[in-house]
């Protein structure tokens, strides 16, 4: 496999691992163990960033004037960064949410 398949890969899998974290870290919120919830914020960021950067990597490819060829599994890929990126944001806000809930 080679190509846009295996860029698609690339970005499914990061941001799986990305998506992954951000769970996490609710949970740990929920536990109150913020310290490890940011840390598993952190971590996922790492992921994310890769899936990113393999995103990039085709946007300035087409922006280059070389056409990627838009496949279903490119549409699923960028489905599922986005959904990474809105977990994140989730997250963060559970965290946020927990510590007020904590300091009460």
């Known amino acids: 496999m080679e ?3 295996m860029t698609c890969f690339q970005i499914i899998s990061s941001v799986g691992m990305a998506r992954g974290s ?4 609710i949970d740990l919120a929920n536990e109150g163990k913020f310290e490890e919830a940011e840390a598993k914020i952190k971590e996922g960021e790492e992921f994310f960033v890769q899936g990113h950067t393999a995103h990039a990597e085709l946007i300035q490819k087409e ?3 070389n056409r990627v060829e838009v496949v279903l599994l490119l549409l699923h890929a960028e489905d599922q ?5 809105n977990f994140k944001i989730i997250a ?6 927990n510590k007020k809930l904590d300091n009460k």
């Open 3 to 5: 190509g846009i398949e």
């Open 92 to 97: 963060e806000k559970f965290i946020a949410l």
């Open 63 to 65: 922006a280059s004037g």
């Open 81 to 85: 960064l986005m959904s990474a990126e």
């Open 22 to 25: 951000y769970i996490e870290a």
